[in-house]
C-alpha cells in the first residue's frame, strides 16, 4: 500500500467529507421537492395527487441516476469517471436558477399526470439526477480510497438519509414559515452551486487515493476460494431486493393516499409518513441494525392486531388522530422489517451500486403502480390494504428449510386462513341482507385478527388471514355505506352515497350525499317538495341563505360565478334572470352533479348555467373586469382548501372581476385550519370591508349542519343588508397582529393550524 493510501486509514476528514456531500445532496434533495410541488399546486387546483405525481418522478429520475452511477462505477477507470461527472456537472448549470417555465396551460379534458411529469423534467430534471446520482457514486468512491471503514461504507447511507429527514421536517416548521418561494428558490441555487464544490473534493480524494475493488463485478468466484471474496448474487437474491424495496415504496404512497381520503384530510400530512420511510434507512442501516431488526419484527406482529381490530374493523370508536397513529404505526413497523432485511442483505462493496440500482428501481415501480395502474384498476385506495398483505409476505421465513420443502411449508401455513376466507365468502354469498348479523360478524372478525398474533412466525398464515379479514372489511363497508357510484380521478376518490334520515314528522325518508374522500360536499333530499331545499353548508338558515334573503330585492339580473360546484345545491338560489358560471376543476363531479340519477339541483335550478372546468384562478384570469355580482370560492380537495386560492394576489383578482357593489363570499369551513385568520388578514392589509360569521343551527333540522363564511366588499355600504336581515350573526372579523400576509411568494399552513 503507498504512503498516501496509509495516510488515508484512519483520515477524520475523509468521512467529514464523504458523508457531509451525502447529507447535503440529500438535504437539498427534500428541499427542493416541498418546494418545486409548492409551486405547481396552483395549476392543478392543489390536489394532493400533484405530491404523489411529484414523488413518481423522483423516483423515475433517482433510478436513472443510480444506472448511472452503477454503469459509470463499473465500467470506466478513476480519472475517466471524473471526467464524465465534471462535464454532467457543467451541464447541470444551465438550469440554475431553478423555477417554473414561462408557457405552462395544463390540460383541462384529460388526465394532467404526464402533463406534470413533462413540466418537472424541463424544470428540475438536470439537476435532480446530478444529485440523485451522489448516494451510490460517492459511497462507492469511499470504497476505494483505502479507509479503514472503506469495506463497509453503508454506514454513510445513514448520513444520507438523516440529511433527507432533516429537511423534510424543517420545510414546513423552518423554511416554509420564514421564506417566500423566490427566496426558497435563490437558497436553493446557490446551495446547489456548493453541493457541486463538495463533490469536486470528493473526486480529489477519489483520484489522490484510489483502491481499484478486490474483485470485479463480473467475475464469477468459484466456492473454493477465500472469505474474502465473494459470489455474484443470484437472481432470486436480486428478486427479493426488489421486492424488499417495491413494497414499502407503494405502502408510503398508499398510506398517504389513504389517510389523506379516509382519516383527515390534513394538509403537509404527506410529511409523516415520508419521515417515518425515511427514518426506517437511518435506523436498519446503523449498527445497532441486528437489535433493532429482531424487535421490529416482534412490534410489527404486536401493532397488527389493534392495527386490524379498530382501524379497520372498528375505526369510528376512535378519535382520528389514534386512527392516524395506529396506521402510521403499523407503516413504520412494515418498511422497518423491509428495509431490515434489506441491510441484513446487502452485498459486498463490489455490488453495492448495482444494490442501490435495483433498490431504486424496485422504488420507481412501487410509486408507478400506485400513480399510473391503481388509479385505472381500483375505484378505492385499495393498493394500500394490498400491500400491507404483501409486507406481511416478506417476513423472514423460517431457516434451514430445503427449497423443495418450502412448497410444503407454505402449503400448510396457507390451509387455516383459506379456509376461513372460503367458510366466510359462502356465507357471505348465501346470506341476502347482513344488517341483523352486522354484530356478530363484527366480533367474528375482531376475534380473527387477535388469532393472527399466534401466527407471528408464520409469515404466510400471518399475511392470509389479514389479507382475509381486510377482504371482508372492505367489503362489508361497501355494502353498508349504500355507495351507488364511486370512482377515482386524479383529483381524489368521488362518491355518491344514499342514506335514511327522519323528516319533520318523524317519517323515514331517502337522500343523497356526495362525497371527496372522507368529507361530505353536499346533500340532496328525494321526496316531494324538498328536491330543490339547499341543504348541509348552503341551508336557508345559513349564511348563504341568510344572504340571499337579505338582497333579494336588488339580486333579480346579478351575474353569479361559483368556485366549486360539488352536488350544485346552492344553483337552487337561482333565479331566472340571472346568470350563474360555475368553475370544477375535476371534470367528473360536473358529471356527476348533472346526472339526474344521482342530483337534480342544476337539472331543476338552472339548466342554463355556465360550466367551466379546470383551475378556476386561471379560469377567472380571462373573464372581464367587473362582470360578477356576486362570486363564491367553494373550492375544497376533501378537506383542505387550495391554497393558491386564498392569497393576496387572488382575493384582488377576484375583486377585480367583481362589480362595484359586487360581493365575494368564502366558504372557510375546516376541521383543521383558521382560514378566517388568513382573510382578516387580507381585509385588514387591502382595505376591503369583510363580516364573518361561524353558523351553528338554533335547533336540530334535517341536514342543516354548522358552517363558516366569509364575505369580502368593496366598502361598507355594500354590506349594510347583511347588517339590517343578519340579526347579529354577521360580525367583523378579528384583527391578529401574529399574522404574516399570505401571498403568491408565502403561505404558512402551520400559522394557522388549529
Known amino acids: 500500500m503507498s504512503n498516501s493510501s496509509s495516510r488515508s486509514e484512519r483520515s477524520v476528514l475523509l468521512i467529514v467529507?464523504?458523508?457531509?456531500?451525502?447529507?447535503?445532496?440529500?438535504?437539498?434533495?427534500?428541499?427542493?421537492?416541498?418546494?418545486?410541488?409548492?409551486?405547481?399546486?396552483?395549476l392543478l387546483g392543489g390536489s394532493p395527487a400533484v405530491w404523489n405525481t411529484c414523488m413518481v418522478f423522483y423516483q423515475m429520475l433517482l433510478f436513472v441516476g443510480y444506472l448511472y452511477a452503477h454503469f459509470l462505477s463499473t465500467r470506466f477507470i478513476a480519472i475517466r469517471q471524473i471526467q464524465v461527472h465534471g462535464l454532467l456537472v457543467l451541464i447541470s448549470l444551465i438550469s440554475l436558477p431553478i423555477a417554473l417555465p414561462e408557457v405552462m396551460n395544463p390540460p383541462t379534458d384529460s388526465n394532467p399526470t404526464l402533463w406534470l411529469v413533462g413540466v418537472l423534467?424541463?424544470?428540475?430534471?438536470?439537476?435532480?439526477?446530478?444529485?440523485?446520482?451522489?448516494?451510490?457514486?460517492?459511497?462507492?468512491?469511499f470504497s476505494q480510497v483505502g479507509h479503514h471503514t472503506s469495506s463497509d461504507p453503508y454506514y454513510l447511507y445513514a448520513a444520507s438519509n438523516t440529511g433527507s429527514l432533516l429537511s423534510l421536517l424543517s420545510y414546513p416548521f423552518l423554511i416554509e414559515p420564514n421564506m417566500g418561494l423566490a427566496m426558497q428558490q435563490s437558497v436553493w441555487s446557490v446551495a446547489y452551486v456548493g453541493l457541486l464544490l463538495l463533490i469536486g473534493g470528493c473526486a480529489w480524494f477519489f483520484l489522490r487515493y484510489y483502491q481499484a475493488d478486490e474483485i470485479s463485478v463480473n467475475e464469477t468466484i468459484p466456492d473454493s476460494e477465500t472469505e474474502d471474496q465473494v459470489l455474484a448474487p443470484s437472481l432470486i437474491t436480486k428478486a427479493h431486493w426488489m421486492a424488499l424495496a417495491f413494497v414499502p415504496s407503494s405502502l408510503l404512497l398508499g398510506?398517504?393516499?389513504?389517510?389523506?381520503?379516509?382519516?383527515?384530510?390534513?394538509?403537509?400530512?404527506?410529511?409523516?409518513?415520508?419521515?417515518?420511510?425515511?427514518?426506517?434507512?437511518?435506523?436498519?442501516?446503523?449498527?445497532?441494525?441486528?437489535?433493532?431488526?429482531?424487535?421490529?419484527?416482534?412490534?410489527?406482529?404486536?401493532v397488527l392486531l389493534p392495527f386490524?381490530?379498530?382501524?379497520?374493523?372498528?375505526?369510528?370508536?376512535?378519535?382520528?388522530?389514534?386512527?392516524?397513529?395506529?396506521?402510521?404505526?403499523?407503516?413504520?413497523?412494515?418498511?422497518?422489517?423491509c428495509h431490515g432485511e434489506l441491510a441484513k442483505n446487502r452485498p459486498h462493496t463490489a455490488y453495492l451500486t448495482l444494490f442501490y440500482l435495483i433498490m431504486s428501481f424496485a422504488g420507481m415501480l412501487g410509486g408507478m403502480f400506485n400513480s399510473f395502474v391503481a388509479p385505472f384498476i381500483f375505484e378505492g385506495i385499495y393498493e394500500y390494504p394490498l400491500m400491507i398483505v404483501a409486507a406481511l409476505l416478506l417476513r423472514p421465513a423460517v431457516?434451514?428449510?430445503?427449497?423443495?420443502?418450502?412448497?410444503?411449508?407454505?402449503?400448510?401455513?396457507?390451509?387455516?386462513?383459506?379456509?376461513?376466507?372460503?367458510?366466510?365468502?359462502?356465507?357471505?354469498?348465501?346470506?341476502?341482507?347482513?344488517?341483523?348479523?352486522m354484530d356478530n360478524i363484527g366480533t367474528a372478525l375482531i376475534l380473527f385478527s387477535g388469532l393472527t398474533y399466534a401466527f407471528r412466525k408464520q409469515a404466510v398464515?400471518?399475511?392470509?388471514?389479514?389479507?382475509?379479514?381486510?377482504?371482508?372489511?372492505?367489503?362489508?363497508?361497501?355494502?353498508?355505506?349504500?355507495?351507488?357510484?364511486?370512482?377515482?380521478?386524479?383529483?381524489?376518490?368521488?362518491?355518491?352515497?344514499?342514506?335514511?334520515?327522519?323528516?319533520?314528522?318523524?317519517?323515514?325518508?331517502?337522500?343523497?350525499?356526495?362525497?371527496?374522500?372522507?368529507?361530505?360536499?353536499?346533500?340532496?333530499?328525494?321526496?316531494?317538495?324538498?328536491?330543490?331545499?339547499?341543504?348541509?353548508?348552503?341551508?336557508?338558515?345559513?349564511?348563504?341563505?341568510?344572504?340571499?334573503?337579505?338582497?333579494?330585492?336588488?339580486?333579480?339580473?346579478?351575474?353569479?360565478?361559483?368556485?366549486?360546484?360539488?352536488?350544485g345545491a346552492l344553483a337552487c338560489y337561482a333565479k331566472p334572470q340571472q346568470a350563474w358560471t360555475f368553475y370544477e376543476i375535476d371534470p367528473l363531479i360536473v358529471e356527476v352533479a348533472k346526472n339526474t340519477q344521482y342530483f337534480s339541483y342544476l337539472s331543476r335550478c338552472t339548466p342554463k348555467a355556465k360550466m367551466t372546468v379546470g383551475d378556476a384562478r386561471l379560469s377567472l384570469i380571462a373573464e372581464q373586469d367587473n362582470e360578477f355580482d356576486l362570486l363564491v370560492i367553494d373550492a375544497f380537495s376533501s378537506d383542505a382548501v387550495p391554497t393558491h386560492l386564498l392569497t393576496q394576489e387572488a382575493i384582488q383578482l377576484y375583486m377585480q372581476k367583481l362589480s362595484p357593489k359586487g360581493l365575494l363570499i368564502f366558504h372557510i369551513t375546516n376541521r383543521h385550519l383558521a382560514l378566517k385568520k388568513v382573510l382578516s388578514d387580507h381585509a385588514k392589509q387591502l382595505g376591503y370591508a369583510a363580516l364573518i360569521q361561524e353558523f351553528k343551527p338554533k335547533q336540530d333540522l334535517p341536514l342543516v349542519v354548522a358552517t363558516d363564511w366569509f364575505v369580502f366588499a368593496h366598502n361598507e355600504k355594500n354590506l349594510e343588508p347583511l347588517y339590517q336581515k343578519g340579526l347579529g350573526q354577521w360580525q367583523k372579523p378579528a384583527l391578529y397582529f401574529n399574522m404574516k400576509s399570505w401571498t403568491d411568494d408565502f403561505t404558512n399552513i402551520v400559522g394557522i393550524w388549529k
Do not use: C
Not at 372522507?518 to 348541509?536: C, F, V, Y
Open 399 to 437: 431457516k434451514n428449510i430445503k427449497f423443495n420443502q418450502q412448497w410444503q411449508a407454505w402449503a400448510m401455513q396457507a390451509i387455516f386462513p383459506l379456509s376461513i376466507f372460503i367458510v366466510g365468502w359462502v356465507i357471505y354469498a348465501s346470506v341476502e341482507s347482513l344488517g341483523p348479523y
Open 461 to 567: 398464515s400471518l399475511a392470509l388471514l389479514t389479507g382475509t379479514i381486510i377482504f371482508f372489511i372492505v367489503g362489508l363497508r361497501a355494502t353498508m355505506s349504500n355507495t351507488i357510484f364511486q370512482e377515482r380521478t386524479f383529483f381524489g376518490v368521488l362518491s355518491v352515497r344514499e342514506s335514511i334520515l327522519m323528516d319533520e314528522k318523524g317519517r323515514p325518508e331517502k337522500y343523497k350525499e356526495i362525497f371527496h374522500g372522507n368529507t361530505k360536499h353536499g346533500a340532496q333530499r328525494l321526496s316531494a317538495g324538498n328536491e330543490k331545499e339547499p341543504l348541509t353548508y348552503y341551508s336557508r338558515p345559513a349564511p348563504m341563505g341568510q344572504l340571499f334573503n337579505a338582497y333579494d330585492n336588488v339580486n333579480k339580473s346579478w351575474h353569479v360565478g361559483v368556485v366549486g360546484l360539488g352536488a
Open 121 to 141: 423534467f424541463v424544470s428540475i430534471g438536470l439537476p435532480f439526477f446530478l444529485i440523485s446520482t451522489t448516494s451510490p457514486l460517492i459511497q462507492k468512491w
Open 17 to 42: 467529507l464523504f458523508a457531509g456531500t451525502l447529507f447535503a445532496s440529500a438535504l437539498l434533495m427534500f428541499v427542493l421537492q416541498p418546494l418545486f410541488g409548492k409551486l405547481l399546486l396552483p
Open 308 to 337: 386490524i381490530a379498530y382501524s379497520f374493523i372498528n375505526p369510528a370508536i376512535l378519535p382520528y388522530w389514534l386512527d392516524l397513529a395506529l396506521h402510521l404505526s403499523a407503516f413504520f413497523f412494515a418498511v422497518m422489517v
Open 255 to 302: 398510506l398517504t393516499n389513504f389517510v389523506s381520503t379516509d382519516i383527515a384530510a390534513v394538509p403537509l400530512l404527506w410529511i409523516i409518513p415520508l419521515a417515518l420511510y425515511l427514518l426506517s434507512f437511518v435506523l436498519v442501516f446503523s449498527r445497532w441494525s441486528t437489535v433493532i431488526h429482531r424487535w421490529s419484527l416482534k412490534l410489527q406482529a404486536i
